[in-house]
Every structure is written in C-alpha cells, then in structure tokens.
C-alpha cells in the first residue's frame, strides 16, 4: 500500500507550483509580483492535495487537472494584458518540467515513473533552468532593441511598465521638442482607473472632449500629431507628475496614449 503523507504533498506541491508561475513569468517578460504566485502556489497545492482525500478522486481526470491549470494561471497572471496568453505559457513550462522529471528518471536508472523527490526536483529544475538560459541568450542576441521598467505618478497616483526602447523612435512634441514616450492604455490602468476604458474606446478628438467633462483630466490632455510607416495622425499627450526611466528620473519626457503601443513583452515604446 502506497503511503502519502499530506504535508509533505503540500509543501513539495507548493514549491513546484511557485516557481513554475515564476519561470513563466519570465518566459513572458513580465514584471514580477511573487504574492499573487504564491497565491496561485497555494490554490495548485490545495488542489493536488484534495485530489487524495475520501469521495474527491475524481479530481484527478484530466479535465479536472486542466481547469486546476487554468485556474492557477488566471491566479498569478489575471491583471496581465494577455492573461491567457501567460496561463498558455505556465502550462507549457509545467508540461517542460514534467518532461524534464522523465528524463531524469530515465537517466537515474528508474522507468520513467515521475518521483516527485526533491534530488528529482533539483535535477529536473536545473535542467529546466539551463534550456530557459540558452533560450534567452539567444533570443538576447537577436534582438537589437532592450526593455526598460519606466514609473510614473499621474494624478495621484502610480504606475509601472515595461517600455521597449526603440532608437528608431524620434517622436517629440512640437510645441516644446520634448521627447515623447508611448503607453497603451493598460499600462496606465492604475492611474486612469475607470478611466482607462474611454482612452481604449474613444478617437484623439473625441477623447480630447469628453476630458474636459472629467475634473481631474480636465486640462491635462492635449493632441500632439505623429507620422509612422503607412500611418499618420493625432495622439492624445500628457506631462506626468513624475518618471523615471531605469531608477533615473526624466522631468521632459511625455506620455501619449496608443492601442498599438503594446506588444510582446512590452506596453509602452520610448
């Protein structure tokens, strides 16, 4: 009879889970917030638990082992702008490690069954690891552009984002010949709040009207055009209270607001 002691299933359980979130996280570029994954830790161990206890073996189907996937997922990667898109990542990363625990298995001598042991865990993280270095080396090296962490205060309130520094980008403000940063609106989620919606949905134009009704955009935003490969048009623009590029203030850099400012990896472009 095959004897499982639950805290020890718990604690191991928890461990894996935590730090598959993390690897995927960096898999996606993300910035990283370890309480919401070991949040999600903590739901994927209770899970894997509750899946022995009396009347719940059910649990242990594969549809039900996917909606616990999914959940964990939408746990650690909910206030992400490609939420699904980072579950996807966590399931394919945990589907490499299950691989990886087979191989080591394999090459200890075994038969391939996945002994959750923590020398087993060590090996099979460690080869893990190194296949996540080679990738980003090599992705590191075809790239020519690098990221940023930009933060900002705007109304009170914070924000912080990943921005891809494009040297290719030249736009500035016409007025002053202040350099201008570009941010999708979810990047600025936390400092337009119920707001962030009519910067997603409205035109330049439109957005510039409706401001005025709103007392704290009121005066803040104003249009700033810009010209782009096959494309022209208007920006809506505003000077933040603060920001910092890196840990390095910048007190001329703007803000524009753009839909396509987002891409992988990255929500703003400077």
């Not at 945990?94 to 075994?110: E, I, R, T």
């Not at 690891?129 to 590191?140: G, Q």
Request: aromatic fraction near 8%; glycine fraction near 8%.
């Amino acid at each position: 009879m095959e004897i499982i002691y639950i805290d020890s299933l718990f604690l191991l359980n928890l461990l894996v889970d935590y730090l598959l979130c993390l690897a995927a996280a960096r898999v996606c570029s993300l910035r990283l917030k370890r309480l919401r994954y070991l949040a999600a830790a903590l739901f994927g161990a209770a899970c894997s638990v509750a899946v022995y206890l009396p009347g719940l073996g059910f649990l242990a189907g594969p549809f039900f082992r996917l909606a616990m996937g999914l959940g964990m997922g939408l746990i650690a990667f909910y206030p992400e702008r490609r939420p699904l898109r980072c579950t996807g990542v966590l399931l394919a990363v945990a589907a490499g490690f299950g691989g990886a625990l087979w191989a080591v298995s394999l090459a200890s001598g075994g038969d391939g069954v996945l002994t959750l042991s923590f020398k087993n865990l060590l090996l099979a993280f460690a080869l893990c690891y190194a296949v996540l270095c080679l990738l980003f080396r090599c992705r590191a090296a075809l790239a020519e552009k690098r990221k940023a962490m930009v933060r900002l205060a705007f109304l009170g309130r914070s924000a912080e984002f990943i921005a891809l520094v494009d040297t290719g980008n030249t736009l500035t403000d016409p007025l002053t010949g202040a350099p201008v940063l570009v941010a999708c609106p979810h990047a600025l989620r936390t400092v337009l709040l119920e707001n962030t919606e009519l910067f997603s949905r409205s035109g330049p134009v439109e957005l510039i009207e409706l401001s005025a009704h709103i007392p704290e955009l009121a005066g803040r935003l104003r249009l700033i055009p810009y010209s782009a490969v096959g494309s022209s048009g208007l920006l809506p623009v505003f000077r933040p209270d603060s920001l910092s590029v890196d840990g390095r203030e910048d007190k001329e850099l703007l803000v524009a607001v753009s839909q396509n400012a987002a891409g992988d990896g990255f929500e703003a472009i400077i």
